[in-house]
């Protein structure tokens, strides 16, 4: 990985319990509770310098944030699995001559092609966007990686390296709650990808946290920080579409992108073998070969996974490769399926510019669910309360390739099957993409009649959602999705789950976080760790 043996990383030490983990983290943290962390010594820097960022699961979106970040000092990086993220890394001994290429190269005079019918027009090659990132990338593989410690055990590296100033996680969702809280009981500013949490009390215990540290924290839903996003949130608040009180936002995920409705691999039972049973092809008979075909695909841990490290909070589960690397997002002991991956950038500019709240009703239909693999796809239908002098909202989420009915308005154009949402008000429509890309009024008439909205929301610099977190981190700004913020977000996001495992409408008392009508439904808000963990 950059040049760097992958022998010279960290052994790992014996198994640390969370418990026996934060005893012994109490003490410190015992301590930068009673100043605030920017006086302190050893450790920790004024708010001037360069941050000491470690990086938690670097193999894929983690990748992105430590070129996003390099212009800070990454001192150490945990994985649990380094031939994944040794790979992963190493790209960049590609990467950066291609992207020096390109940018060598004279601007293209290749006519622009048509967008594909349904789909966003292609985003333009950015030649200053792109020698800042190839800087970050040099820099990242030349001056950082050679000097980060590396670990497997994200304990053994809190545990032994005093120098970290802040941490970032994009580890498996399940993963999130546990570093992060580890993290900030040690007075360490957090960054941790989304959704936030696993699980709605996970997302209510970081956000308390955070407010009792007061360190940094942000949710990588970095469509939070775009001045497109921002735009469609002024779009509504300054009353251009009216009232809103229904609204439709869909994603084409899971799709290509990971394994979902699939059957968990398992050998045929012993039944199906008997030449008296044989197995037939009706639907349950097929996912009982798709299983066993499966299971038959199976192989040793690869060598360099800790995949005990991996389970971390979750139950005991054999490896298979179709866990993992990142296909674990489709399953339920490990990820929260498409609205956990992409709610978050998409519900959070309804959600932002119409200061939504909790849900007071929740119900989520789907194709057959085995309680094991998200479904190929769901719909999830929210009721909101009147907020003030504004209106209840029904929210309606689709998934796995599913859209909403076409506004009228549209015309010839179709909606843009990669994801978007579509709100409706009683002057007008709000159409934007994922991230909240191309916000837009319909019909065209008010769009071109409205003009863009009177600007009342501070844009990020360099629309840099990482960081952004950086300058909170330093004391010169705020976090663009705070915890306090995240954490409401992703209860939303996660509703839709506990909904689909209820499987009937939930009846939700937000103040209280409670199931008011299917009391079973109310443990699927938390889970109880592994032993050990």
């Not at 899971?254 to 691999?265: E, F, I, T």
């Not at 932002?352 to 119900?363: Q, R």
């Not at 859209?403 to 709000?430: F, H, M, Y």
Request: glycine share 8%; net charge neutral; with cysteine.
């Amino acid at each position: 990985m950059g040049g760097v043996a992958l022998e010279t990383r960290m052994t790992l030490i014996e198994p640390i319990s969370r418990r026996k983990f934060l005893a012994k983290a109490a003490t410190t943290a015992a301590v930068v509770t009673i100043v605030p962390r920017h006086v302190l010594g050893r450790g920790f820097v004024p708010p001037s310098d360069t941050l000491n960022i470690a990086g938690i699961g670097v193999g894929g979106m983690g990748r992105a944030n430590l070129i996003n970040l390099s212009s800070q000092n990454i001192v150490a990086l945990c994985d649990v699995d380094w031939g994944y993220a040794g790979k992963s890394l190493d790209r960049l001994d590609t990467e950066i001559p291609a992207l020096q290429k390109r940018l060598s190269e004279p601007p293209s005079t290749t006519p622009q092609q048509s967008p594909t019918p349904g789909q966003p027009p292609p985003v333009p090659f950015d030649p200053v966007k792109a020698k800042a990132r190839l800087e970050h990338m040099i820099r990242l593989k030349n001056d950082l990686l050679p000097k980060a410690k590396r670990y497997q055990d994200y304990r053994e590296m809190l545990d032994k390296q005093k120098d970290i100033d802040a941490v970032f996680v994009a580890t498996p969702d399940h993963m999130h709650a546990t570093i992060a809280l580890a993290a900030m009981d040690l007075h360490k500013h957090a960054y941790v990808q989304k959704p936030l949490t696993w699980s709605i009390a996970e997302a209510r215990q970081l956000s308390q946290r955070a407010k009792e540290t007061k360190v940094a924290t942000q949710m990588g839903n970095q469509g939070h920080s775009l001045d497109d996003a921002r735009t469609a949130v002024e779009y509504v608040q300054s009353g251009a579409i009216g009232e809103v009180r229904e609204i439709h936002i869909w994603t084409n995920r899971p799709l290509g992108y990971w394994p979902q409705g699939v059957p968990r691999p398992e050998p045929l039972p012993d039944a199906s073998k008997d030449s008296g049973h044989p197995l037939g092809w009706s639907g349950r008979d097929v996912n009982t070969r798709i299983a066993a075909m499966l299971a038959a695909e199976a192989t040793p841990v690869p060598p360099d996974l800790n995949w005990n490290l991996f389970l971390g909070v979750s139950p005991v589960v054999p490896y298979h490769p179709i866990y993992h690397p990142f296909n674990w997002r489709g399953w339920i002991d490990w990820g929260v399926g498409a609205i956990g991956d992409m709610g978050a950038h998409l519900i959070d500019h309804s959600m932002w510019a119409l200061d939504l709240g909790f849900p007071t009703s929740i119900e989520t239909i789907s194709t057959p669910f085995n309680s094991a693999s998200y479904p190929l796809a769901t719909q999830t239908f929210y009721d909101f309360p009147a907020r003030g002098s504004m209106p209840p909202v029904k929210l309606t989420w689709h998934d796995g390739g599913l859209l909403p009915p076409k506004p009228a308005e549209l015309g010839d154009e179709e909606l843009n099957k990669g994801g978007g949402a579509l709100l409706v008000g009683s002057k007008g429509k709000l159409l934007h993409e994922t991230y909240g890309l191309r916000p837009r009024l319909l019909p065209k008439s008010l769009h071109d009649a409205t003009g863009k909205p009177p600007q009342k929301l501070p844009r990020i610099p360099g629309e840099d959602h990482e960081m952004n977190w950086v300058a909170a981190a330093k004391g010169t700004t705020a976090a663009s999705s705070p915890f306090e913020y995240a954490a409401r977000l992703t209860e939303v996001m996660l509703l839709g789950v506990v909904a689909l495992r209820a499987g009937k409408k939930i009846e939700y008392d937000g103040a209280a976080m409670r199931v008011t009508n299917v009391p079973a439904a109310n443990d699927f808000l938390r889970r109880e760790p592994r032993t050990g963990w």
